[in-house]
């Protein structure tokens, strides 16, 4: 609805969702560069600042925690497991988002894309933005969970175990032919392998 919303108010035609959906991971300037193909004559910018606005209003009120996710973050926090947040959303939807969803207080290290030097997949964005609060920590004892290959491919490259979360929005076959550590198929799952 954000993408359609926003395509529409910069006088785009709309995304089809099927070709919206698989770029959901990427980040928002780059998600729009690819659904606007070769058209050189697009302010992405604006395109991403309207998506960035209509967030509040359409996808927020959509958006639910899945079933389990409350208590597994409850149990993952008494296991005193600390936890980090490394999203392609950009900081203030982010924090919108974790407020109305009342998960915050989980979360020890916040990071949105405006947040960060370098995207996921980099392994310079560990390095940059997540070993300076995580410490000396073996790379190993690492778990990286999401839904997209995006996800699992920076787990890949920072050399951290990849749990990939098949519920999500990943494509099955890309993100099985990483071959993740662990694959949960319920974020009640994750208590089982951290």
């Given at each position: 609805?954000?993408?359609?919303?926003?395509?529409?108010?910069?006088?785009?035609?709309?995304?089809?969702?099927?070709?919206?959906?698989?770029?959901?991971?990427?980040?928002?300037?780059?998600?729009?560069?690819?659904?606007?193909?070769?058209?050189?004559?697009?302010?992405?910018?604006?395109v991403a600042e309207r998506y960035r606005e209509l967030h509040v209003s359409v996808a927020a009120p959509a958006t639910v925690l899945y079933p389990g996710a409350q208590s597994a973050l409850a149990m993952?926090?008494?296991?005193?497991?600390?936890?980090?947040?490394?999203?392609?959303?950009?900081?203030?939807?982010?924090?919108?988002?974790?407020?109305?969803?009342?998960?915050?207080?989980?979360?020890?290290?916040?990071?949105?894309?405006?947040?960060?030097?370098?995207?996921?997949?980099?392994?310079?964005?560990?390095?940059?933005?997540?070993?300076?609060?995580?410490?000396?920590?073996?790379?190993?004892?690492?778990?990286?969970?999401?839904?997209?290959?995006?996800?699992?491919?920076?787990?890949?490259?920072?050399?951290?175990?990849?749990?990939?979360?098949?519920?999500?929005?990943?494509?099955?076959?890309?993100?099985?032919?990483?071959?993740?550590?662990?694959?949960?198929?319920?974020?009640?799952?994750?208590?089982?392998?951290?």
């Amino acid at each position: 609805g954000c993408m359609a919303g926003a395509f529409e108010s910069c006088d785009l035609h709309p995304p089809r969702l099927e070709d919206v959906r698989p770029r959901i991971g990427l980040r928002l300037e780059e998600a729009i560069r690819q659904l606007i193909r070769d058209r050189r004559d697009v302010d992405i910018t604006a395109v991403a600042e309207r998506y960035r606005e209509l967030h509040v209003s359409v996808a927020a009120p959509a958006t639910v925690l899945y079933p389990g996710a409350q208590s597994a973050l409850a149990m993952l926090d008494a296991a005193g497991i600390r936890l980090a947040v490394v999203s392609q959303k950009a900081r203030r939807g982010l924090t919108q988002l974790m407020g109305q969803l009342a998960v915050e207080q989980y979360f020890d290290l916040v990071l949105g894309s405006d947040d960060v030097t370098a995207p996921k997949p980099q392994a310079a964005l560990y390095e940059r933005h997540i070993a300076p609060w995580a410490g000396e920590v073996e790379r190993e004892r690492l778990l990286v969970v999401g839904d997209t290959d995006i996800d699992l491919r920076f787990a890949v490259n920072v050399g951290a175990r990849g749990c990939w979360a098949e519920y999500g929005y990943g494509h099955r076959d890309s993100c099985r032919a990483i071959e993740p550590a662990h694959t949960i198929g319920s974020i009640t799952d994750v208590t089982s392998v951290c």
